[in-house]
C-alpha cells in the first residue's frame, strides 16, 4: 500500500448550493506527485417558495448561478419570511424575482405588498408588461399572443386583416412609464402609440367623399326648406290679402 496524502478543504469550506456543485480533491502521492480528482455533487433545485400569480403558481427559482439582469442591481426581498435574491431598478422603480412556471423560467415584477404583479421581458429599451383585466378589451382589436423577435407575450392585433403588420403592445419605458406601443412587423419597429383609430388611405378617401357627398346632400335639404318656408310664408300672405278682400266685400254689400 503506497501511503498518500490527501487535501479536501473544499470539503470542509464549501457550502453546498442548488444545482451543480464542482469539488476539487488533491491526492499527493508519497513520491510528491499530486493528483486532483473533480467530484459533481448535485443538489436538488426544486423550489421550496412559491407565489400565486394568474391562478396558478410560480416557484422562486434557487440556483441562480449566472443569472443577471442588465440594468439592475442585486438585492434581497423579503419572500414568505425568507430573505431571497432579487434585481432592482431605481430608473424604472421596480424589483423582480427569477421565477419558474411549469415549463420556463422568467423575470418578474413583485413587491412585498401586492406580489407578483407582471411578467418582465424586454424589447430594446422597453419593458412588455402584463395589460391588466381591465385593460385587455379594445375596440377593432383581439387580445392575442404577439411575437416580436423570438419573444412571446400578450398583446393586441387588428380586427383589419389590411393591418395584420400592425400590432400593440403594453410596456414600460427606461424612466418607468407606462403606456401603449405600436410595432410594426416588416421594418421590426416600435413607436409610441397615438391612441388614433387605425385607417386605410383609401377607406380614409371614401370616408371623406362620403362626407362631403352627404354635406351636399344636406345644403340640398336646407335650400329646399328655405324655398318651401318662403312659399309657405307668401301663400300665407297672399291667403289673408284674399281673405280680407272677402270681408271688405260682404261688408258693403250689407250696407
Request: proline fraction near 3%; charge should be negative; glycine fraction near 8%.
Amino acid at each position: 500500500i503506497t501511503p498518500v496524502t490527501i487535501t479536501y478543504t473544499d470539503l470542509i469550506d464549501k457550502e453546498l448550493e442548488p444545482g451543480e456543485n464542482t469539488i476539487k480533491i488533491t491526492v499527493t502521492a508519497e513520491n510528491g506527485n499530486p493528483k486532483v480528482y473533480t467530484i459533481t455533487a448535485i443538489v436538488d433545485e426544486t423550489p421550496l417558495v412559491f407565489l400565486p400569480y394568474n391562478g396558478g403558481e410560480l416557484g422562486v427559482v434557487r440556483n441562480l448561478k449566472n443569472v443577471s439582469l442588465d440594468g439592475f442591481e442585486e438585492t434581497t426581498v423579503n419572500v414568505q419570511g425568507t430573505e431571497t435574491k432579487a434585481w432592482h431598478s431605481a430608473s424604472r422603480g421596480i424589483t423582480v424575482l427569477y421565477l419558474q412556471g411549469e415549463s420556463s423560467k422568467d423575470f418578474y415584477i413583485y413587491d412585498e405588498t401586492n406580489g407578483v404583479t407582471s411578467i418582465y421581458k424586454t424589447i430594446g429599451d422597453l419593458a412588455i408588461l402584463e395589460v391588466p383585466t381591465d385593460l385587455q378589451e379594445r375596440a377593432g382589436m383581439k387580445y392575442t399572443d404577439i411575437t416580436i423577435g423570438e419573444t412571446v407575450f400578450k398583446g393586441w392585433k387588428y380586427d383589419n386583416e389590411k393591418f395584420s403588420n400592425y400590432s400593440l403592445v403594453y410596456a414600460m419605458d427606461e424612466n418607468g412609464e407606462i403606456d401603449y406601443y405600436q410595432h410594426e412587423a416588416t421594418q421590426d419597429t416600435l413607436q409610441l402609440y397615438s391612441g388614433a383609430a387605425p385607417i386605410l388611405q383609401e377607406d380614409y378617401d371614401s370616408v371623406v367623399k362620403e362626407n362631403e357627398k352627404m354635406t351636399m346632400y344636406f345644403y340640398i335639404a336646407c335650400g329646399v326648406a328655405t324655398v318651401c318656408a318662403v312659399l309657405a310664408i307668401v301663400g300665407f300672405v297672399n291667403a289673408n290679402k284674399y281673405k280680407n278682400r272677402l270681408l271688405k266685400r260682404n261688408e258693403v254689400k250689407v250696407d
